[in-house]
């Protein structure tokens, strides 16, 4: 079992920057696609980025591609999340998440069973 500590949200003006960071516990944290959700107030959660389980293949949300990277460090039993050029809509509670399932759900938060606390960004206009 895997768990998931985010940390590194705040508040930022459009068109900065903000890294977050998921420290995770648990031998086997390789094995895992890890991926990074947001939920904005009164919606449902959105898929943000993913990356397999040797970093390797990454994978974003269209809403994201090009501004964001997905990153993971395994020797550190870390992902992170470099977001760049950030909108006002992308305001929300991000979270970051082990995926148990396989890639080829990594869009599929139903496939995702651990999640961490969330960390908020807001950014204002």
């Known amino acids: 079992q895997v768990q998931l500590v985010e940390s590194g949200g705040g508040l930022v003006q459009a068109g900065g920057s903000l890294r977050l960071s998921c420290a995770a516990s648990?031998?086997?944290?390789?094995?895992?696609?890890m991926g990074w959700f947001r939920q904005a107030p009164g919606k449902e959660h959105e898929f943000v980025a993913a990356?397999?389980?040797?970093?390797?293949?990454?994978y974003y949300a269209d809403s994201v591609k090009g501004r964001f990277i997905i990153s993971r460090d395994n020797a550190k039993n870390t992902v992170s999340l470099q977001m760049n050029s950030l909108k006002p809509e992308d305001t929300a509670v991000y979270y970051c998440?082990?995926?148990?399932?396989?890639?080829?759900?990594?869009?599929?938060?139903?496939?995702?069973?651990?999640w961490g606390q969330g960390t908020q960004v807001t950014v204002s206009s």
């Open positions: 998440a082990a995926n148990h399932r396989g890639w080829n759900t990594r869009h599929n938060k139903d496939a995702y069973d651990t």
């Open positions: 990356i397999s389980g040797s970093g390797g293949i990454r």
């Open positions: 648990g031998r086997t944290f390789s094995n895992y696609p």
